[in-house]
T-cell receptor
């Protein structure tokens, strides 16, 4: 059974810090990996999608990397802002399991003033 | 710019009652999904559909039913509600799986008492 783990479960950093969120998965035969943001009481918003053939994707202050061989992905947030406070979830899809995303439990990030 | 719309936002059900969660999308996506999210947990797939008239079970389908008579709508029916179905339910859609961004609704909070 594929498992996706995110550590830490919660993180608090002062504004302006660069930070890294971690995601690990047990089965390296992934098709793609996505990072989502979830604000309290809201749905999920897709931030970055990395195909299995890619090593990283960037959007603004966000950079996601993928290392299939080690079963890991990281989400790097540069110059964090209070508006980045949210829960970040990663999810993987596997070849042959169309439409089925396996989610991690998320990292709750708080950026303080 | 509606995207994925879910109703109702909040609902309290008594044990044994039935109800339908409505979901509609206006992006002409052929793939639609229902997930549930329990507190502190990741999302788990209940049912999904790859097009009108086609549905399939996800990881946790027991106690639920779905139908897909149109491209736009994908209702989720809860039969004989149980306290274990207390959760937040998210509907989502994508143009095609395994490579396209998935869009989520804002969620439906369901409490079974």
């Amino acid at each position: 059974k594929q498992e996706v783990t995110q550590i830490p479960a919660a993180l608090s950093v002062p504004e302006g810090e660069n930070l890294v969120l971690n995601c690990s998965f047990t089965d390296s035969a992934i098709y793609n990996l996505q990072w989502f943001r979830q604000d309290p009481g809201k749905g999920l918003t897709s931030l970055l999608l990395i195909q299995s053939s890619q090593r990283e994707q960037t959007s603004g202050r966000l950079n996601a990397s993928l290392d299939k061989s080690s079963g890991r992905s990281t989400l790097y947030i540069a110059a964090s802002q209070p508006g980045d406070s949210a829960t970040y979830l990663c999810a993987v899809s596997y070849t042959g399991t169309a439409s089925k995303l396996t989610f991690g439990t998320g990292t709750r990030l708080q950026v303080t003033l | 710019n509606a995207g994925v719309t879910q109703t109702p936002k909040f609902r309290i059900l008594k044990i044994g009652q039935s109800m339908t969660l409505q979901c509609t999308q206006d992006m002409n996506h052929n793939y639609m999904y229902w997930y549930r999210q329990d507190p502190g947990m990741g999302l788990k797939l209940i049912y999904y559909s790859v097009g009108a008239g086609i549905t399939d079970k996800g990881e946790v389908p027991n106690g639920y039913n779905v139908s897909r008579s149109t491209t736009e709508d994908f209702p989720l029916r809860l039969e004989l509600a149980a306290p274990s179905q207390t959760s937040v339910y998210f509907c989502a859609s994508s143009y095609r799986t395994e490579g396209n961004t998935i869009y989520f609704g804002e969620g439906s909070w369901l409490t079974v008492v």
